[in-house]
T-cell receptor
């Protein structure tokens, strides 16, 4: 069964500092990997996804993530944090095998990112 | 703005009651998935509908049921509500036209069971 572990339920950084949110996955087959962001009282917005093209994936709002198969990791980074980045971030995994419909997403527990002025 | 809408936004029910939550998919999407997000947790897959048929189910009891209509809007029904059903319920729509389609999430319905 697939699973995702997000290391650190809370991360706090200063405005302008590097953001690093950690995600490790477990999957018996090469997976698809996703990062979603959730702002207060809102649904989930896709930041980026890895589907076996380039291992370094660039997303919206200046975020990027690197797929490292040897480390089973898909960490999310942003060079310079902005106050508007404060939100909950979820890493998710899905398998590639699908006959019809959409992949089932398996989410991590989430990491709450706080930005200090 | 994802084009996916859910109603109602908030709902309060008592234990044992039944509830129906609604989701309007993005135009042209034929697949809808429902997720339950308990407070402080990541979303958990409940089930998925593809072209009006159930297409996969997570570890949820049969009192969680759903429907998808010809216009691809969808309902989630929960019978015999329990306190632990209190959560944010999210639907996600997508077009099943390949292996890399994106799922677009609605804003959710927050259900409180007293």
């Amino acid at each position: 069964a697939q699973s995702v572990t997000q290391l650190g339920s809370h991360v706090s950084v200063s405005e302008g500092a590097l953001v690093l949110l950690r995600c490790n996955y477990s999957s018996s087959v090469p997976p698809y990997l996703f990062w979603y962001v959730q702002y207060p009282n809102q649904g989930l917005q896709l930041l980026l996804k890895y589907t076996s093209a380039a291992t370094l994936v660039k997303g919206i709002n200046g975020f990027e993530a690197e797929f490292k198969k040897s480390e089973t990791s898909f960490h999310l980074t942003k060079p310079s944090a902005h106050m508007s980045d404060a939100a909950e971030y979820f890493c998710a995994v899905s398998d590639r095998v699908r006959i019809q419909g959409a992949q089932k997403l398996v989410f991590g527990q989430g990491t709450r990112l706080t930005i200090n002025p | 703005e994802t084009g996916v809408t859910q109603s109602p936004t908030h709902l309060i029910k008592t234990r044992g009651q039944q509830v129906t939550l609604r989701c309007s998919s993005q135009s042209g999407h034929n697949t809808v998935s429902w997720y339950q997000q308990a407070l402080g947790q990541g979303p958990q897959f409940i089930f998925q509908y593809y072209r009006e048929e159930e297409n996969g189910r997570g570890n949820f009891p049969p009192r969680f049921s759903g429907l998808q209509f010809p216009n691809y809007s969808s309902e989630l029904n929960v019978n015999a509500l329990e306190l632990d059903d209190s959560a944010l319920y999210l639907c996600a729509s997508s077009l099943s036209a390949g292996t890399q389609e994106t799922q677009y999430f609605g804003p959710g319905t927050r259900l409180l069971v007293l």
